[in-house]
């Protein structure tokens, strides 16, 4: 079955405790991206990768870091979490950039707390 | 630069009544517009999605939307709800043909149902 996988689903942590955040998809797409979803501010894209080795910022990178080794595999890293990082974390994939008519495949998201 | 409006944060109906999300954009170039579904504790689906062509536009559970450029709008609309669609309905947009267009959400629309 076609999907993006992230894990994991929830994850409560404390400030400072860095975390990996991990997205695979299995449909050999060369774009992957991650958005965090907060109430009355929809998704704002944190970083993408447009293919292997390629990484960009989105509009909310601070803090965050990601690498893009593999095609299947994009993780989001916190190096140092902090209480505004808590968010619902959506990783989500298409076969071309988002510069094409392709859609988006999103993973099922990752609800993370830090304290 | 582009930006999307969704103009309701919450729409509460009753089971089949009509529904009209309202969405607007803003793009100094022509653009691709995406309506998409999250249900409860899920990912983001793509509902239906304008390129060019006829201006309204069908999609999948009975949606329709359609585009207005003189109003710069993308409303989506179905003409009975069903309990099932109680959902987040986020807009988005993404301007221009090069590939480092990106897509931009709106804040969502939640869309609760009454029996």
């Known amino acids: 079955e076609a999907q993006v996988t992230q894990n994991p689903r929830y994850l409560i942590t404390v400030t400072g405790k860095k975390l990996t955040v991990t997205c695979s998809q299995n449909?050999?797409?060369?774009?992957m991206s991650w958005y965090r979803q907060d109430p009355g501010l929809g998704l704002r894209q944190i970083y993408y990768?447009?293919?292997?080795?390629?990484?960009d910022k989105g509009d909310v990178p601070e803090g965050y870091k990601v690498s893009r080794k593999e095609k299947r595999n994009f993780p989001l890293i916190l190096e140092s979490p902090s209480p505004n990082q808590t968010s619902l974390y959506f990783c989500?994939?298409?076969?071309?950039?988002?510069?094409?008519?392709?859609?988006?495949?999103f993973g099922s998201g990752t609800q993370l707390s830090v304290l | 630069a582009q930006s999307v409006t969704q103009l309701d944060s919450q729409v509460p109906v009753f089971e089949e009544a009509p529904v009209e999300l309202r969405c607007n954009y803003s793009?100094?170039?022509?653009?691709?517009l995406f309506w998409y579904v999250q249900y409860p504790n899920q990912g983001l689906q793509l509902l239906l999605k304008?390129?060019?062509?006829?201006?309204l536009v069908k999609g999948i559970n009975g949606f329709e939307a359609e585009f207005n450029k003189s109003q710069t709008s993308f409303h989506l609309r179905k003409p009975s709800v069903h309990i099932s669609d109680t959902a987040e309905y986020f807009c988005?947009?993404?301007?221009?043909?090069?590939?480092?267009?990106?897509?931009?959400f709106g804040s969502g629309t939640r869309l609760s149902i009454r029996p």
């Open positions: 793009s100094s170039v022509s653009v691709y």
């Open positions: 989500a994939s298409s076969p071309q950039g988002a510069a094409t008519n392709e859609k988006l495949f």
């Open positions: 990768s447009m293919n292997v080795e390629v990484t």
């Open positions: 304008y390129l060019s062509g006829s201006t």
């Open positions: 988005a947009v993404r301007g221009g043909y090069s590939s480092a267009s990106k897509i931009i």
């Open positions: 449909m050999n797409h060369e774009y």
